[in-house]
């Protein structure tokens, strides 16, 4: 056997749940007040109309966005594969539309996994967020429009910097609109920074990551994908970067717009590391962007990102509260539904300030105490008050992993403990287990008497080590399987759901076969500072294949004036901004916008040299012998098995 083989997984179908799923269910409908339906009757309050099914297709017919293959969900009993909390949330968020949250505010739901806000001033229309795609942007605003009248979008507002509330901007301001610059695009400080750059530098690995945490090459259904908490689904489709015109720099900050006045609040580092939140007094309405949503939100998503600071998240949330308490008739965010009457929403709001504050000072006593974050895990519990709130539910965050982050944040992986300071990789480590524990056969058995028994966690542990020792073993492939599907069917977070069940299909199926990744959009090249262009670059450096290579190369960017200092030495790739050096390999004379296009792939550098695009100094093959030594990152890696490709 050897690491490059190939392998024939059966193509199991997913199982039946357990019987100690089963029981486990049992006690979750004893336990919450599933009597309290008072979210189903605010998620269809003010309901206008909708596109049927929430169908979106593109140009080309490509259906980029539907809810049809959720219609599974109509029913209101859980199948015993899904945790009945989570088939709670996932009916509700099954909502779509546009509906009326006040006279004069609208929100259309459900087309995509976030919200558009569209709030009328005295002649027009202001967009609060533009969803994923430019196709669901559009669709949005016709729906508005149908139910609304035609009105020009006098202004766009981000409220954060996550793809899902601005990638449709071009959908909702067309061509002529942008170059004309009449419509503010108002966003948070810093929005453009962290726009561009939080997924850019590791990009390939947050993408695949993002398949587990999201589960869209999973088949929808009570044995696959139901939900992902905040919504449906993240949506396919064109995305576009539009650079904001305005930016919200403090809390306090005001800005009257189409006669309507909004109070801005500022909370970096909470969800996103722009964000911000606002009121409207005309209209008596709260948005806390994604800061206040009907869940437990996330500290730390599976797909990667900086740790999210759960103390400043709070904090955000009790000066909300000092701000406009008392205030509000309703609060709507960017993901969800809705709440009306002011006590109501300051009751929420106290409640998820405390579940972010009782996270953070219960897991850093716990950590003062010596606990490590698996053992602070297993410890914590929230208190009643907000255990039994559905909003502070885990269904896309979870107390259990969102400690771990806290604890990841103030002390990072090491536990202090010596055995996992250098602990062995994970195919040396469980060929080592399983030595240990006897061979493949008494760890199948003793898997399989503990799996019968609903001991699904030290299962999947001691399944893990036998498949990466050896990937081959089909007996192991399909009870790490069936045990991963266990737990996804126990789980009421829903992104621990989709990361178990996509795990199980992996080791039955393999990987999914994937077209080709696509080049980085023009649009967003153009978005990132030069500076971020060579960090990019200098991640896809080959370290092992540039041992002992010297280069050194000079930029000078014709459109913007920037010149650079490009060198490779010691095996690293590095640059200094304003200069040029004496003695080069190469230099290169170019507008910047020539060097997306190359990038982006829409030309190649010597047809840009041959259209005089592009003029050159020195021995020009210095640069291919550059390029020469970067890695292009695979759309697809193993993750529940070895690598089948060895990486150097």
């Not at 049809?68 to 989570?86: H, I, K, M, R, W």
């Not at 109501?344 to 579940?355: G, V």
């Not at 020195?618 to 550059?626: K, S, V």
């Amino acid at each position: 056997m050897t690491q490059t083989a190939t392998i024939e997984t059966p193509r199991e179908t997913p199982k039946e749940a357990s019987a100690p799923v089963v029981a486990q269910h049992a006690a979750t409908l004893k336990a919450l007040p599933f009597s309290d339906t008072r979210d189903f009757d605010e998620a269809a309050r003010g309901f206008l109309g909708t596109v049927e099914n929430a169908r979106i297709a593109s140009a080309q017919g490509r259906v980029i966005w539907s809810l049809e293959p959720y219609a599974f969900l109509s029913g209101e009993q859980n199948p015993p594969t899904v945790d009945p909390s989570l088939w709670r949330q996932s009916r509700l968020n099954m909502h779509h539309g546009l509906f009326e949250v006040v006279p004069g505010v609208y929100q259309v739901r459900g087309l995509d996994i976030a919200n558009m806000t569209l709030i009328e001033g005295d002649r027009g229309v202001i967009v609060v967020d533009t969803l994923t795609s430019i196709e669901g942007a559009r669709a949005a605003m016709e729906l508005y429009f149908k139910h609304r009248g035609l009105r020009p979008v006098v202004a766009v507002i981000f409220t954060h910097t996550h793809t899902d509330h601005w990638g449709g901007a071009r959908g909702v301001l067309e061509e002529d609109v942008l170059a004309s610059g009449s419509v503010p695009i108002i966003a948070p400080n810093l929005f453009m920074e962290h726009a561009v750059s939080e997924n850019i530098i590791a990009g390939p690995a947050m993408l695949r990551r993002a398949q587990y945490q999201f589960g869209p090459l999973l088949a929808k259904g009570p044995r696959g994908q139901i939900d992902c908490g905040l919504g449906k689904s993240m949506a396919a489709g064109s995305v576009a970067l539009l650079r904001p015109s305005d930016l919200i720099m403090a809390t306090g900050d005001r800005r009257t717009i189409d006669g309507v006045e909004f109070e801005f609040q500022m909370a970096p580092n909470s969800e996103a590391p722009a964000e911000m939140h606002f009121f409207i007094p005309r209209y008596k309405l709260l948005n806390l962007a994604e800061n206040c949503t009907h869940n437990f939100h996330n500290l730390l998503p599976f797909r990667g990102a900086d740790v999210r600071d759960a103390l400043a998240w709070s904090k955000y949330l009790g000066e909300a509260l000092q701000m406009w308490g008392g205030k509000a008739d309703a609060m709507c965010g960017q993901h969800h539904w809705p709440v009306w009457g002011r006590e109501r929403i300051d009751t929420m709001i106290r409640q998820q300030r405390d579940l972010y504050k009782f996270a953070h000072d219960q897991t850093i006593r716990l950590m003062n105490h010596g606990l490590t974050a698996t053992e602070i895990a297993e410890t914590i519990k929230l208190p009643a008050s907000l255990d039994g709130a559905w909003h502070a539910r885990g269904y896309y965050g979870h107390i259990r992993h969102n400690v771990k982050a806290i604890y990841q944040k103030y002390l990072g992986w090491y536990d202090a403990n010596p055995v996992n300071l250098d602990p062995l990789p994970p195919v040396e480590a469980g060929r080592k287990y399983v030595e240990y524990m006897g061979g493949a056969d008494a760890i199948l058995a003793r898997a399989a008497k503990d799996f019968a028994k609903g001991e699904f966690r030290f299962v999947a542990q001691a399944l893990s080590h036998l498949v990466f020792a050896d990937p081959d073993n089909q007996t192991a492939r399909a009870l790490l399987a069936d045990t991963f599907e266990q737990l996804g069917y126990a789980a009421e977070s829903a992104t621990w759901r989709n990361a178990y069940l996509f795990g199980a299909q992996e080791l039955r199926q393999g990987m999914p076969k994937v077209p080709p990744r696509a080049p980085m959009p023009r649009e967003t090249l153009a978005a990132l500072r030069s500076e971020q262009l060579w960090d990019v670059l200098g991640v896809r450096l080959n370290g092992p294949k540039a041992e002992g290579k010297h280069i050194v190369l000079n930029w000078n960017f014709s459109d913007t004036g920037e010149t650079f200092v490009l060198t490779l030495e010691n095996s690293a790739l590095t640059y200094v901004a304003g200069a040029q050096a004496a003695v080069a390999d190469a230099g290169f004379t170019l507008p910047r916008g020539v060097l997306d296009e190359v990038i982006a792939k829409l030309t190649s550098f010597p047809e840009a040299v041959a259209a005089g695009k592009i003029k050159v100094s020195g021995n020009p093959m210095r640069l291919a012998e550059l390029m020469g030594l970067m890695d292009e990152f695979p759309r697809m890696f193993e993750i529940v098995e070895p690598k089948r490709t060895p990486v150097s």
